[in-house]
């Protein structure tokens, strides 16, 4: 007698696939509950010719739904739910509380300028605009010139323009009381690594200690991500900043490239709303996403 495993994310999916696999006089040996859902062991009694077909189908099934865990469990152990939260780094501590420099880098696209206001709502809200200073290196952007402007004008921040070194070390200088300084970059893209160069050239040029956070998009696919993960680091990385989540299937393929990379994900932003779509990245938390993302596809 053949014994066969059917998972789903609930009971009622599980004994109906053993329903319609096995069908109504189909043997159950065991249940238990899973990190990716219920697994119930079951087969078929008394098996006689007719069955064969049933079977080679249910098998066919089977290794379709192995192969498919498989996939999603490759670089991820769903069996330790620990041990997934032990990979998946996040920032110790909210880095609006540091007295830092602090870069986004990335593509064109990817909300590094929405962020950079999303951490200095998050800053003004508890220190106020006196101590915050925002410097962009994205001159020539007309849409995120006025949204810094609009901003600067609605919270009182300072705000400073500089796309070379030294305008770039100008502005720092003027700025040397703030505690709290953001540097909006333009986009480059990680394919042209002379212009990433250039722009990493630009912060490793200052006697000021610049602090990098790549901004990861969660809508793009793991390949990219990868891309620019690996194009974007540098000894100044302190971590990564996760966007655009709200336009995500799975958060799986920019967590995969975190743990790769090693970079420990300090925000995760899902949303346009400056003063609500941005929260603190928790390892817990993102497992929790991850797992119930994967429910709803099965």
């Given at each position: 007698?053949?014994?066969?495993?059917?998972?789903?994310?609930?009971?009622?999916?599980?004994?109906?696939?053993?329903?319609?696999?096995?069908?109504?006089?189909?043997?159950?040996?065991?249940?238990?509950?899973?990190p990716e859902g219920i697994e119930i062991l079951a087969s078929i009694p008394n098996i006689n010719a007719p069955d064969t077909l049933l079977l080679e189908n249910l098998s066919m099934q089977v290794q379709f739904m192995n192969e498919k865990l498989d996939k999603i469990t490759q670089r991820i152990d769903w069996q330790d739910p620990i041990a997934l939260c032990q990979q998946v780094e996040?920032?110790?501590?909210?880095?609006?509380?540091?007295?830092?420099?602090?870069?986004?880098?990335?593509?064109?696209?990817?909300?590094?300028?929405?962020?950079?206001?999303?951490?200095?709502?998050?800053?003004?809200?508890?220190?106020?605009?006196?101590?915050?200073?925002?410097?962009?290196?994205?001159?020539?952007?007309?849409?995120?010139?006025?949204?810094?402007?609009?901003?600067?004008?609605?919270?009182?921040?300072?705000?400073?323009?500089?796309?070379?070194?030294?305008?770039?070390?100008?502005?720092?200088?003027?700025?040397?009381?703030?505690?709290?300084?953001?540097?909006?970059?333009?986009?480059?893209?990680?394919?042209?690594?002379?212009?990433?160069?250039?722009?990493?050239?630009?912060?490793?040029?200052?006697?000021?200690?610049?602090?990098?956070?790549?901004?990861?998009?969660?809508?793009?696919?793991?390949?990219?991500?990868?891309?620019?993960?690996?194009?974007?680091?540098?000894?100044?990385?302190?971590?990564?900043?996760?966007?655009?989540?709200?336009?995500?299937?799975?958060?799986?393929?920019?967590?995969?490239?975190?743990?790769?990379?090693?970079?420990?994900?300090?925000?995760?932003?899902?949303?346009?709303?400056?003063?609500?779509?941005?929260?603190?990245?928790?390892?817990?938390?993102?497992?929790?996403?991850?797992?119930?993302?994967?429910?709803?596809?099965?």
């Amino acid at each position: 007698m053949n014994v066969h495993r059917f998972i789903a994310s609930s009971s009622q999916k599980v004994l109906s696939m053993i329903h319609k696999a096995l069908g109504p006089d189909a043997l159950i040996y065991s249940t238990r509950t899973l990190p990716e859902g219920i697994e119930i062991l079951a087969s078929i009694p008394n098996i006689n010719a007719p069955d064969t077909l049933l079977l080679e189908n249910l098998s066919m099934q089977v290794q379709f739904m192995n192969e498919k865990l498989d996939k999603i469990t490759q670089r991820i152990d769903w069996q330790d739910p620990i041990a997934l939260c032990q990979q998946v780094e996040t920032s110790e501590i909210d880095i609006i509380n540091e007295k830092m420099i602090c870069a986004l880098v990335g593509p064109t696209g990817i909300g590094k300028t929405t962020t950079i206001l999303k951490l200095a709502k998050r800053y003004i809200s508890k220190y106020g605009p006196s101590s915050l200073g925002i410097i962009t290196t994205d001159c020539y952007s007309f849409a995120g010139k006025n949204l810094l402007l609009h901003y600067k004008d609605k919270y009182n921040v300072d705000l400073e323009f500089a796309d070379e070194p030294k305008a770039l070390s100008a502005a720092l200088k003027r700025m040397n009381k703030k505690k709290f300084i953001l540097i909006d970059t333009h986009g480059v893209n990680q394919r042209d690594e002379e212009s990433v160069a250039k722009l990493m050239e630009l912060f490793t040029s200052q006697r000021h200690k610049i602090s990098t956070y790549i901004t990861l998009p969660c809508n793009v696919q793991e390949a990219v991500l990868d891309e620019i993960a690996r194009v974007f680091k540098s000894n100044n990385l302190r971590g990564c900043i996760l966007t655009k989540q709200d336009e995500c299937m799975s958060l799986v393929p920019v967590v995969c490239v975190s743990v790769k990379h090693e970079m420990k994900i300090a925000y995760i932003a899902n949303g346009q709303n400056i003063e609500q779509d941005f929260e603190r990245a928790n390892s817990v938390t993102i497992l929790d996403q991850i797992m119930a993302e994967e429910r709803v596809r099965r």
